[in-house]
């Protein structure tokens, strides 16, 4: 079987793993609210940062009208890579910081347009390029494609090896395609009108169906997203940029600038010191905007305390694979029935010697 394998070898994603179990077992339920009770309302973080946008580069090539993501390259970290088409072909450019096309990739074996594009490491430390079509996953699934980043900024043709991913609750249209470099995992968040879901690929990827797993909900909508190289989570949403300190926690810094958020391609720089994006429309102008340095996270919440509506997490374990037979719950039950019954021998055995 022919599988590429994607490996969470972080400690934090290996604490993660082994908590999983014990958190299965433990099933916990808000109490309702009291009839006429009004709604808790939705968070909505002040603005911490107001930058100026500044012109960064437009794309020179005529064969990329309207770019479809962005990533920095882990090979080529001066390299932006972007997608395009070409009569109807999808196209792999490799951008300068000027736009000038360095180079250009036909991608044998994908089939249809793609608009999102991701980077990311396996355990070996190859870095590859993750390109698909979020859309398709209004159908329930969708497929990603892996490609190797190339050594050489030659042009020509690269063959891709698809995976098909799938939801666990039912069709999604998908806003970001990112990936945690720390655990080498890649991430899809939805997009909606106004809320967001985040689900994770899983860790080894394999020729079969690979389950996705719903990590959380985010209280905004996101329209682009990227990890910085020490693990922080970058989001676009329709009105601002938001900086979390990790996939997992709340939104610490809001950064707001005059201009427009509805361009399709966005990422943050090999540095994690700016983001860029596209404006809206066919031959954009790439803007450049300044994150604000050092974090500022929310609070963590009190134990027994639950977050606020919308942004809503749970004692998620990642899927190394495919998941567990029978989901978290079903595994967490059956090594509770493990446990007992290694209990009851044990009690069984004392009472006949005692006998």
């Known amino acids: 079987m022919d599988v590429t394998t994607v490996r969470a070898h972080s400690s934090r994603a290996l604490r993660l793993a082994a908590g999983g179990a014990a958190a299965a077992l433990v099933i916990s339920a808000a109490p309702p609210a009291p009839a006429g009770a009004a709604p808790t309302p939705k968070p909505s ?3 911490t940062s107001t930058v100026t946008a500044a012109a960064a580069f437009r794309p020179a090539d005529p064969r990329l009208t309207t770019p479809a993501g962005l990533v920095a390259g882990f090979v080529h970290p001066e390299i932006w890579w972007t997608i395009g088409s070409a009569s109807g072909h999808p ?14 990739y036909t991608l044998t074996g994908v089939t249809g347009g793609l608009d999102a594009i991701t980077i990311v490491k396996n355990g070996s430390g190859q870095s590859g390029l993750f390109v698909g079509n979020l859309g398709q996953g209004r159908a329930g699934s969708l497929t990603l494609y892996r490609v190797p980043e190339p050594s050489a900024l030659s042009g020509g043709a690269l063959q891709v090896k698809p995976f098909k991913v799938r939801y666990p609750d039912g069709g999604h249209q998908g806003g970001a395609l990112l990936a945690d470099p720390a655990e080498s995992r890649v991430y899809i968040i939805t997009r909606d009108a106004t809320a967001a879901a985040v689900f994770a690929l899983p860790g080894v990827l394999g020729p079969q169906v690979n389950a996705l797993t719903r990590l959380r909900t985010l209280a905004f909508p996101v329209r682009g997203g990227e990890f910085t190289r020490d693990g922080r989570v970058v989001l676009k949403t329709t009105r601002d940029v938001r900086v979390l300190t990790g996939i997992r926690e709340r939104v610490g810094q809001v950064v707001r600038a005059a201009v427009r958020m509805g361009g399709a391609a966005f990422a943050v720089t090999s540095d994690g010191k700016r983001v860029v994006l596209a404006d809206p429309g ?24 639950t977050l606020p509506v919308g942004d809503q997490s749970s004692p998620v374990s990642f899927p190394s694979e495919s998941g567990p037979p029978g989901g978290l719950l079903g595994t967490g039950a059956l090594v509770g029935l493990v446990l007992l019954g290694l209990l009851g021998g044990a009690f ?8």
């Open 348 to 355: 069984y055995v004392r009472g006949r010697r005692h006998g």
């Open 282 to 305: 066919p031959k954009p102008l790439f803007r450049s905007l300044t994150l604000p340095t050092g974090t500022q996270s929310a609070a963590a919440p009190k134990p027994g305390s």
């Open 91 to 104: 196209l792999l450019f490799a951008l300068d910081t000027r736009g000038r096309t360095r180079a250009a």
């Open 45 to 47: 973080p002040a603005v």
